[in-house]
């Protein structure tokens, strides 16, 4: 294995995030105070976010890096951008929440980069290896972050149930490592797999590791029925660290499926047939939305309600997956640019509510965001674009790329019923998202609302407004990028 | 030359001024009835500049959006949507000036003038889009503002009737994205390319099976909003709980859009499944007919009588389309203008007595005429042009369809219409006519049992039961103005229309026939005069079944 200058810097990015990572632990043990840490990583996201851009325009083709461990092509990078951008407004937003609620940690900044570095790599795996340490990079530094709420019971509840079920996940993705590897002659690569696929596919060993590895990566974007950590984890953590999670960390993970099932096993007589992925993805995909929105009606509390929404959401990003084993026109720009979308969306929505709660008083609950238009108008308004960003109705980037989707699955006669009980399921989501907007909107205050002054989630808030509504608007830039072209008109 | 773009931005610009004007509530109000007023300018210049003589899509506005997934922002107006665009416009207008409109609450104004605005650039949206894609972007558009119009400022069941609202209009619209999305699959699959152009859309066949279940899911969504019985439901509870302003918009504009998309889209998209159903359609119609003037005679909520009276009335529009003539659609098209009037003038009439007397029950009124008699005058005229008086708005549109219901069968043989849409449409012209007569009675009584007889309960002497003042003279006057100028001169609006009406006549016919003659043919491409032309470039076997 060579390591050429070259490769050095299409990784940069990457290498920018694990470096900044580890110096901010450092300056958090020698400098004063916790601000030196938290600039340095801002700082960090903000140059590993030009050396993207720098990397979008340098080369226009995909380039294997170290024998085919990672990949630099036009999807890591655009996925790259997104999970810089969710780690930027992730630590804009955890500063002033840690200092108001007293728990503030540097490293809690390091391990946000840490996390982000550990999503890179996963977007960036083109080796069954690189996959799963970029997992468990991206997992581990998750599992601190949710407890490090220590004063919080149920963080501590939820990131043991995260633990546990991640570790299993991790048996799974290791054990379905070691059977393909077996079962294809020594093969982790991408390419590799691929290539032996088609001999490998009538090995129930080689089906039942393909199958491991798929159950450990759905174990990570909270697929039903492998989805029962996420409330949890997503209730106990720290508000802006479920944002991350619910952005960051399920963009990363469904990046990871499309290389993984877009390369590795995207061979027909894997994909389709009886019981080849697709299909079983399909009923996943049903189960996931269906069972996320149901279950999303009866929560009482916003970020429970909030998480099984991003169940359901897992659902219909399948749907993309679905249609992408289907090998339909524009399945892979349009899950780009539904993650987008829906991360923007995510870390908007997750700003609001860490935004709602005072020390000790976090006003969780549906009923203590009443009247909340009359005092905060802004506040409320930008919440009710981003709900209806989440349920898919336009003008918003949720609907766009709800719509592009979709599209995708369209084109294949056999995915027409997952496009319409996708669509009756969106239904069901307006109901759940609207009783934040009942209160918000229709209903008297129950007690007086304290503003709660912080420039950094201000300025979250409204770039992610203004970025739900432009993806609404004028998708037509996003849709070039997500092409892997440049952007040609605004 | 006039830009249909700008239409649409006035009224977005008008709700971000007020959203950002510092002065807040006090202003608000002043800056949209600006807004709305130059709206409604503009629409009187598209009306000035529009040739009469083309049916076509005129003053196109015609833009890519997202040209690689075939999205344009594609706008255009012909006859069918030229008069709505000017209701839209002149009723928001109506409805920002009137002193009433956000009902009994006073408070955030703001607000309701920024719901109103946007739900106008939403209503203007969808009658000019051209461009599948922006026409169900705009339809969604309206939805969210009516919400927080009847939530907010509705009544006391508010919060039960909004939801209705949404969750009805939902489940339509959500299956006509599913339907939207095959097209757009299929349209790919037949022509080789992304497109959401309404043209290309209309020339295309699908099979039998998709094709009825597509023109389901669109009549679904256009039917709940016209609304057809039993789908009606959720217009009794939006009507008595929404403000005055939003009843009247809701009653106006909004539920023209359930007859409008039939018209413009089902009845193109799909011809054979709209002909095979049509007998089912048209019974509903005529049985809503009936049964919304019969709910309507027993109501004593005058706001629910007025909403069921809408019921009554939209079912004419329904079935004068239905007849498929040009008499017909031309009189559906003349009724959903009337309608608006009338309808939007009864609205606002009890939105004033509401207000003088805060309550809407029958029985509480009687002998108003003496203290607002400038008042009953007003009601006076919404109500016979409701009740289809001649020389008023709404006789023009229910004679002409009865007309074209009653003369349907020989329309169809002359026309050369390949199969009759329904049986026996005297026996529906017959049914209709009867419920016009049902109109008068509890129109009139209505009338009577308020306006006339002693003004015996002592709430109705009090000083509070004022005639109108000074802005609700000048929203009668255009409505009473318009009302009698639509029943004496009908002619230049029906001008207007014709031309459009015979192209979508013309075409429908010719692709009735076209696919009754290929009963089981695939998705295809059908254009007059080269039937059944299919590109090479289409991939093979790209119409399965579904």
């Given at each position: 294995?060579?390591?050429?200058?070259?490769?050095?810097?299409?990784?940069?990015?990457?290498?920018?995030?694990?470096?900044?990572?580890?110096?901010?632990?450092?300056?958090?043990?020698?400098?004063?105070?916790?601000?030196?840490?938290?600039?340095?990583?801002?700082?960090?996201?903000?140059?590993?976010?030009?050396?993207?851009?720098?990397?979008?325009?340098?080369?226009?083709?995909?380039?294997?890096?170290?024998?085919?461990?990672?990949?630099?092509?036009?999807?890591?990078?655009?996925?790259?951008?997104?999970?810089?951008?969710?780690?930027?407004?992730?630590?804009?937003?955890?500063?002033?929440?840690?200092?108001?609620?007293?728990?503030?940690?540097?490293?809690?900044?390091?391990?946000?980069?840490?996390?982000?570095?550990?999503?890179?790599?996963?977007?960036?795996?083109?080796?069954?290896?690189?996959?799963?340490?970029?997992?468990?990079?991206?997992?581990?530094?998750?599992?601190?972050?949710?407890?490090?709420?220590?004063?919080?019971?149920?963080?501590?509840?939820?990131a043991l149930k995260y633990l546990l079920l991640g570790a299993f996940a991790a048996g799974f993705l290791v054990y379905g490592t070691a059977l393909v590897?077996?079962?294809?002659?020594?093969?982790?690569?991408?390419?590799?797999?691929?290539?032996?696929?088609?001999?490998?596919?009538?090995?129930?060993?080689?089906?039942?590791?393909?199958?491991?590895?798929?159950?450990?990566?759905?174990?990570?974007?909270?697929?039903?029925?492998?989805?029962?950590?996420?409330?949890?984890?997503?209730?106990?953590?720290?508000?802006?660290?479920?944002?991350?999670?619910?952005?960051?960390?399920?963009?990363?993970?469904?990046?990871?499926?499309?290389?993984?099932?877009?390369?590795?096993?995207?061979?027909?007589?894997?994909?389709?047939?009886?019981?080849?992925?697709?299909?079983?993805?399909?009923?996943?995909?049903?189960?996931?939305?269906?069972?996320?929105?149901?279950?999303?009606?009866?929560?009482?509390?916003?970020?429970?309600?909030?998480?099984?929404?991003?169940?359901?959401?897992?659902?219909?990003?399948?749907?993309?997956?679905?249609?992408?084993?289907?090998?339909?026109?524009?399945?892979?720009?349009?899950?780009?640019?539904?993650?987008?979308?829906?991360?923007?969306?995510?870390?908007?929505?997750?700003?609001?509510?860490?935004?709602?709660?005072?020390?000790?008083?976090?006003?969780?609950?549906?009923?203590?965001?009443?009247?909340?238009?009359?005092?905060?108008?802004?506040?409320?308004?930008?919440?009710?674009?981003?709900?209806?960003?989440?349920?898919?109705?336009?003008?918003?980037?949720?609907?766009?790329?709800?719509?592009?989707?979709?599209?995708?699955?369209?084109?294949?006669?056999?995915?027409?019923?997952?496009?319409?009980?996708?669509?009756?399921?969106?239904?069901?989501?307006?109901?759940?998202?609207?009783?934040?907007?009942?209160?918000?909107?229709?209903?008297?205050?129950?007690?007086?609302?304290?503003?709660?002054?912080?420039?950094?989630?201000?300025?979250?808030?409204?770039?992610?407004?203004?970025?739900?509504?432009?993806?609404?608007?004028?998708?037509?830039?996003?849709?070039?990028?997500?092409?892997?072209?440049?952007?040609?008109?605004? | 030359?006039?830009?249909?773009?700008?239409?649409?931005?006035?009224?977005?610009?008008?709700?971000?001024?007020?959203?950002?004007?510092?002065?807040?509530?006090?202003?608000?109000?002043?800056?949209?009835?600006?807004?709305?007023?130059?709206?409604?300018?503009?629409?009187?210049?598209?009306?000035?500049?529009?040739?009469?003589?083309?049916?076509?899509?005129?003053?196109?506005?015609?833009?890519?959006?997202?040209?690689?997934?075939?999205?344009?922002?594609?706008?255009?107006?012909?006859?069918?949507?030229?008069?709505?665009?000017?209701?839209?416009?002149?009723?928001?207008?109506?409805?920002?000036?009137?002193?009433?409109?956000?009902?009994?609450?006073?408070?955030?104004?703001?607000?309701?003038?920024?719901?109103?605005?946007?739900?106008?650039?939403?209503?203007?949206?969808?009658?000019?889009?051209?461009?599948?894609?922006?026409?169900?972007?705009?339809?969604?558009?309206?939805?969210?503002?009516?919400?927080?119009?009847?939530?907010?400022?509705?009544?006391?069941?508010?919060?039960?009737?909004?939801?209705?609202?949404?969750?009805?209009?939902?489940?339509?619209?959500?299956?006509?994205?599913?339907?939207?999305?095959?097209?757009?699959?299929?349209?790919?699959?037949?022509?080789?390319?992304?497109?959401?152009?309404?043209?290309?859309?209309?020339?295309?066949?699908?099979?039998?099976?998709?094709?009825?279940?597509?023109?389901?899911?669109?009549?679904?969504?256009?039917?709940?909003?016209?609304?057809?019985?039993?789908?009606?439901?959720?217009?009794?509870?939006?009507?008595?709980?929404?403000?005055?302003?939003?009843?009247?918009?809701?009653?106006?504009?909004?539920?023209?859009?359930?007859?409008?998309?039939?018209?413009?889209?089902?009845?193109?998209?799909?011809?054979?499944?709209?002909?095979?159903?049509?007998?089912?359609?048209?019974?509903?119609?005529?049985?809503?007919?009936?049964?919304?003037?019969?709910?309507?005679?027993?109501?004593?909520?005058?706001?629910?009588?007025?909403?069921?009276?809408?019921?009554?009335?939209?079912?004419?529009?329904?079935?004068?389309?239905?007849?498929?003539?040009?008499?017909?659609?031309?009189?559906?098209?003349?009724?959903?203008?009337?309608?608006?009037?009338?309808?939007?003038?009864?609205?606002?009439?009890?939105?004033?007595?509401?207000?003088?007397?805060?309550?809407?029950?029958?029985?509480?009124?009687?002998?108003?005429?003496?203290?607002?008699?400038?008042?009953?005058?007003?009601?006076?005229?919404?109500?016979?042009?409701?009740?289809?008086?001649?020389?008023?708005?709404?006789?023009?549109?229910?004679?002409?369809?009865?007309?074209?219901?009653?003369?349907?069968?020989?329309?169809?043989?002359?026309?050369?219409?390949?199969?009759?849409?329904?049986?026996?449409?005297?026996?529906?012209?017959?049914?209709?006519?009867?419920?016009?007569?049902?109109?008068?009675?509890?129109?009139?009584?209505?009338?009577?049992?308020?306006?006339?007889?002693?003004?015996?309960?002592?709430?109705?002497?009090?000083?509070?039961?004022?005639?109108?003042?000074?802005?609700?003279?000048?929203?009668?006057?255009?409505?009473?103005?318009?009302?009698?100028?639509?029943?004496?001169?009908?002619?230049?609006?029906?001008?207007?229309?014709?031309?459009?009406?015979?192209?979508?006549?013309?075409?429908?016919?010719?692709?009735?026939?076209?696919?009754?003659?290929?009963?089981?043919?695939p998705a295809r491409r059908v254009v007059a005069g080269k039937p059944s032309a299919r590109p090479a470039s289409a991939p093979a076997g790209t119409a399965?079944?579904?």
């Open positions: 294995m060579t390591i050429a200058a070259a490769q050095i810097v299409a990784l940069s990015p990457l290498l920018m995030i694990t470096g900044v990572g580890c110096l901010a632990l450092l300056l958090d043990t020698m400098a004063k105070g916790r601000a030196p840490a938290l600039w340095l990583a801002q700082l960090g996201c903000v140059a590993a976010l030009l050396a993207v851009a720098n990397q979008w325009m340098g080369s226009g083709s995909s380039q294997p890096i170290w024998s085919g461990m990672l990949i630099v092509d036009r999807m890591a990078l655009f996925l790259d951008g997104v999970l810089i951008i969710a780690a930027l407004a992730t630590l804009l937003v955890a500063a002033p929440f840690m200092r108001e609620h007293e728990f503030e940690h540097g490293e809690h900044y390091a391990l946000v980069l840490f996390a982000t570095a550990g999503g890179m790599t996963v977007v960036h795996a083109t080796h069954l290896l690189s996959l799963l340490i970029g997992i468990e990079t991206m997992s581990l530094a998750a599992y601190l972050l949710v407890a490090s709420w220590r004063r919080q019971p149920a963080g501590a509840e939820g590897y077996g079962t294809t002659g020594g093969e982790m690569s991408y390419a590799g797999i691929a290539a032996r696929a088609a001999r490998a596919a009538d090995n129930p060993l080689f089906i039942m590791g393909a199958y491991f590895l798929l159950t450990g990566m759905l174990f990570k974007i909270a697929a039903v029925p492998f989805h029962m950590w996420a409330p949890d984890a997503y209730e106990g953590a720290p508000t802006p660290v479920t944002g991350l999670m619910a952005s960051g960390i399920k963009v990363a993970a469904v990046g990871g499926l499309v290389r993984l099932l877009g390369s590795a096993f995207a061979n027909p007589g894997l994909a389709l047939g009886h019981a080849g992925w697709v299909r079983v993805l399909g009923g996943i995909a049903f189960a996931t939305m269906t069972w996320g929105n149901l279950a999303a009606l009866r929560q009482e509390n916003v970020k429970r309600m909030l998480a099984y929404s991003s169940i359901a959401h897992a659902g219909y990003l399948m749907i993309g997956l679905v249609a992408l084993g289907q090998k339909v026109d524009g399945a892979q720009p349009a899950l780009l640019v539904y993650l987008a979308a829906y991360a923007a969306t995510t870390l908007g929505v997750f700003t609001v509510v860490a935004w709602v709660g005072r020390r000790d008083d976090e006003r969780l609950l549906i009923r203590d965001w009443a009247g909340m238009a009359r005092t905060r108008p802004a506040v409320a308004l930008a919440m009710t674009v981003l709900l209806l960003s989440l349920a898919g109705v336009p003008p918003t980037g949720g609907f766009f790329g709800k719509f592009y989707v979709f599209r995708a699955a369209m084109q294949s006669p056999d995915l027409a019923w997952l496009v319409v009980a996708a669509v009756l399921n969106s239904l069901v989501s307006v109901y759940y998202y609207l009783r934040i907007v009942v209160a918000m909107y229709f209903r008297d205050p129950v007690r007086p609302w304290q503003p709660f002054p912080s420039v950094g989630m201000a300025i979250v808030l409204f770039v992610t407004v203004v970025v739900v509504l432009a993806l609404g608007v004028v998708p037509r830039p996003v849709v070039e990028l997500a092409a892997g072209g440049l952007v040609t008109h605004w | 030359m006039t830009d249909l773009t700008l239409t649409l931005l006035v009224p977005l610009l008008g709700a971000i001024l007020v959203m950002v004007a510092p002065w807040g509530e006090r202003t608000s109000r002043p800056i949209g009835i600006v807004a709305a007023l130059v709206s409604l300018g503009q629409s009187l210049f598209i009306v000035r500049d529009f040739d009469k003589s083309i049916g076509a899509f005129q003053m196109a506005v015609d833009r890519p959006w997202v040209p690689s997934l075939g999205i344009r922002f594609h706008l255009g107006v012909d006859g069918i949507s030229l008069w709505l665009v000017l209701l839209t416009t002149l009723m928001v207008f109506l409805t920002l000036l009137s002193p009433q409109a956000m009902g009994l609450h006073k408070t955030r104004s703001r607000e309701f003038t920024v719901a109103i605005l946007v739900l106008e650039a939403g209503m203007l949206g969808t009658f000019l889009a051209v461009d599948l894609f922006a026409f169900y972007v705009f339809w969604e558009l309206m939805l969210i503002p009516m919400y927080f119009i009847i939530g907010i400022w509705g009544g006391e069941r508010r919060l039960y009737a909004a939801i209705k609202f949404v969750i009805f209009t939902l489940v339509g619209s959500l299956l006509m994205l599913a339907a939207i999305l095959y097209l757009y699959a299929q349209v790919h699959a037949v022509t080789g390319q992304w497109t959401f152009d309404y043209a290309t859309w209309a020339t295309i066949t699908l099979p039998r099976g998709p094709e009825l279940l597509c023109f389901l899911a669109f009549t679904l969504a256009f039917m709940i909003k016209v609304p057809l019985v039993p789908l009606h439901t959720w217009l009794p509870d939006a009507h008595v709980e929404a403000p005055t302003g939003g009843s009247v918009i809701l009653a106006a504009v909004l539920l023209k859009f359930g007859a409008y998309g039939f018209l413009r889209f089902a009845l193109p998209f799909f011809p054979l499944a709209a002909q095979q159903t049509a007998p089912i359609i048209a019974w509903l119609a005529v049985a809503g007919i009936i049964f919304g003037a019969l709910m309507a005679w027993v109501q004593d909520d005058v706001k629910k009588l007025v909403a069921y009276s809408s019921v009554s009335h939209l079912g004419f529009v329904v079935l004068g389309i239905l007849v498929l003539s040009q008499k017909g659609i031309q009189g559906g098209i003349f009724q959903m203008l009337a309608h608006g009037i009338s309808t939007g003038g009864l609205f606002l009439a009890v939105g004033i007595l509401y207000d003088r007397r805060h309550t809407r029950r029958l029985s509480d009124f009687g002998g108003l005429w003496k203290p607002m008699p400038v008042f009953g005058a007003c009601f006076l005229v919404m109500v016979l042009a409701s009740a289809g008086l001649p020389g008023l708005c709404g006789f023009v549109g229910e004679f002409l369809v009865l007309l074209g219901t009653f003369t349907a069968g020989k329309d169809w043989q002359a026309s050369g219409l390949a199969a009759p849409m329904f049986a026996h449409p005297a026996l529906l012209a017959g049914l209709a006519a009867f419920a016009v007569i049902l109109a008068a009675v509890y129109l009139l009584t209505t009338y009577q049992r308020v306006m006339f007889g002693p003004l015996d309960k002592p709430e109705n002497r009090d000083p509070q039961v004022r005639d109108l003042g000074l802005r609700e003279r000048l929203v009668f006057a255009v409505l009473v103005l318009t009302a009698l100028v639509m029943g004496m001169a009908p002619q230049p609006i029906l001008d207007r229309t014709a031309a459009s009406v015979q192209e979508l006549t013309a075409n429908y016919r010719f692709r009735l026939a076209e696919a009754r003659a290929n009963p089981i043919g399965r079944p579904f």
